[in-house]
C-alpha cells in the first residue's frame, strides 16, 4: 500500500481527462477545417469519425469525476431545444422531401444532442475548457497557413483529398474561415488578460496576423465574424469584469484599427489582387449574392404553408429547386420557421435566443476569462447560423451547448 493505494493501482487524473475531452471536442467541432491542412490529410483515419470516437467515453468519466449544478435558466433553452428537435421530426411526416429529409433528420436527431451536450460539458469543466481554448489558438494559424500555402501552389487540400469537388470549395473557405475567427476572438481576449508588454505584442502579433489570413480564402462571414469577435469579446471580457471604461476603451481603439486597415487596403487597390475574400467584397456584395433571394423565398413560403410550415427539408423542394440542400434558406431562423412554421420558428426562438440572453445574463456572475472564452467561440458560429449552414450542422448545436454552459459549475468530486 502506498497514499492509501494498492501498489500497481492505476489511478485516473479527473484533470487529464478534462484536458483530453476538451482536446476531442476541438478537434471535432473544427475537423472540417483541420482536414484541409497537410497533417489532417494525412491522418490514415477520418478526423471526424476519430474524435466522435473518443469524445463519448471521455464525456463519460467526466460527468462520473464532477459535481454539476445547474442554473434555473437553463430549463427554456434546453426545453426549446427538445421540442424543435421533436416538431421537426414530426414536420418531417408531411415533408415532400425524399433525398434531404434522411439526411437532414439523423443529424437533428442523432448528432445534435450529443453536440449539445458535449458543448455544455466542456464548456462547465474547467480543464476541459482551458485545454478547448488551447486547441483552438493552436488550430486558426495551422488553417490559416494551409490555406496560405493551398492558394500558393494552386492546390487546396479539402477533407483530406487532392482534386475534391470544386463546390467543397466553398464549404473549405467557410471552415477555414471559421476556425480562424474563433481562433482570433480568443487571442484579442489574451492581449487585454496579458500583465506585461511582452505578451501584449506577442497576442498583438499574433491577432492581427490572423486578420491578414482571413483576407485569403474568400470567405466573407468568416473575416466580418472575426471582427466582430475582435471587437466585442475582449469588451465582453473588461465589462464583465466590472472595467466599463477599459471595454469602451477597447471597442473605440479595435473599431478606429479596423478601419484604418480597411482604407490603407482600398487605397492601395493593387494590393487586393489575391485577397480573395476582399475581391468577393467588391464584386457586388449582398447583390451578387443569392442569400437575399433564398431569404425572401423562405418568407414567402413560410407565410404560404400556414400554419404547419413546409416539412423538414422541404424548402427547396418548394422554391424550385429540386433536392439540393446547398440552397437550403441560409437563416437558422427563416429555416425553422419555413420548415416548421410558426412554433418552429417560436422553438427555435426559445433555444437559440434563450442561449444568446443566458450567456449575456451570466457574464456578470461567471468568471471573467470564461464568459469571454465562451464567447469568442460561438459568436463566429453564431453569426454563421445566421447566414449559412442548416439546422443539421454539428457545430451550432456545439456552440450553443457552449452558451448554456455558462448557466453550469462543474467542481471536481475529491
Not at 145 to 153: E, I, N, P, Q
Not at 189 to 214: D, H, K, M, Q
Not at 304 to 326: D, K, Q, S, V
Request: with cysteine; proline share 6%; charged share 10%.
Amino acid at each position: 500500500m502506498k497514499n492509501g493505494q494498492p501498489l500497481g493501482a492505476i489511478r485516473v487524473d479527473a484533470a487529464g481527462i478534462g484536458s483530453l475531452a476538451g482536446l476531442a471536442g476541438a478537434a471535432l467541432h473544427f475537423a472540417g477545417a483541420l482536414k484541409s491542412t497537410p497533417p489532417g490529410a494525412a491522418l490514415p483515419v477520418d478526423l471526424t469519425l476519430l474524435a466522435a470516437a473518443l469524445l463519448p467515453p471521455l464525456l463519460a468519466v467526466l460527468l462520473l469525476t464532477r459535481r454539476w449544478w445547474l442554473h434555473g435558466a437553463l430549463a427554456l433553452p434546453l426545453a426549446g431545444a427538445a421540442l424543435l428537435w421533436l416538431w421537426l421530426v414530426l414536420a418531417g411526416v408531411w415533408s415532400r422531401s425524399a433525398v434531404i429529409l434522411p439526411q437532414k433528420l439523423p443529424e437533428i436527431v442523432l448528432v445534435a444532442p450529443p453536440m449539445l451536450v458535449a458543448g455544455m460539458l466542456l464548456g462547465a469543466d474547467a480543464s476541459a475548457r482551458r485545454w478547448l481554448v488551447r486547441a483552438t489558438l493552436g488550430a486558426g494559424p495551422l488553417v490559416a497557413a494551409s490555406v496560405a500555402w493551398g492558394l500558393a501552389t494552386g492546390n487546396i487540400v479539402l477533407g483530406g483529398m487532392v482534386g475534391a469537388q470544386p463546390d467543397l470549395l466553398r464549404v473549405q473557405y467557410q471552415l477555414a474561415g471559421l476556425a480562424i475567427a474563433c481562433a482570433a476572438g480568443l487571442g484579442a481576449v489574451r492581449i487585454v488578460e496579458a500583465p506585461a508588454w511582452p505578451s501584449r505584442l506577442f497576442w498583438s502579433a499574433y491577432t492581427l496576423g490572423l486578420a491578414a489570413a482571413a483576407l485569403l480564402p474568400g470567405g466573407r462571414m468568416g473575416l466580418i465574424s472575426l471582427g466582430l469577435s475582435v471587437l466585442l469579446t475582449p469588451a465582453l471580457r473588461c465589462w464583465s469584469a466590472g472595467r466599463t471604461g477599459l471595454a469602451l476603451r477597447w471597442s473605440l481603439a479595435a473599431a478606429l484599427a479596423a478601419m484604418l486597415g480597411a482604407g490603407l487596403l482600398l487605397l492601395q487597390f493593387q494590393a487586393m489582387e489575391g485577397l480573395r475574400t476582399l475581391e468577393r467584397f467588391t464584386e457586388g456584395g449582398m447583390e451578387a449574392s443569392a442569400r437575399p433571394a433564398l431569404w425572401r423565398a423562405a418568407l414567402d413560403w413560410a407565410g404560404a404553408a400556414l400554419p404547419l410550415g413546409l416539412g423538414t427539408g422541404g424548402f427547396t423542394i418548394a422554391a424550385g429547386h429540386g433536392e439540393r440542400r446547398g440552397l437550403y434558406p441560409h437563416n437558422h431562423a427563416l429555416e425553422a420557421f419555413a420548415e416548421g412554421g410558426p412554433l418552429g420558428l417560436v422553438l427555435w426562438l426559445c433555444c437559440f435566443g434563450g442561449g444568446a440572453v443566458l450567456l449575456l445574463l451570466r457574464a456578470r456572475h461567471a468568471a471573467p476569462a470564461r464568459v469571454a472564452q465562451i464567447a469568442a467561440l460561438v459568436l463566429p458560429v453564431g453569426l454563421a447560423a445566421m447566414v449559412s449552414t442548416d439546422l443539421g450542422n454539428r457545430m451550432v448545436w456545439f456552440a450553443l451547448g457552449l452558451a448554456l454552459s455558462t448557466g453550469m459549475v462543474a467542481k471536481r468530486v475529491a
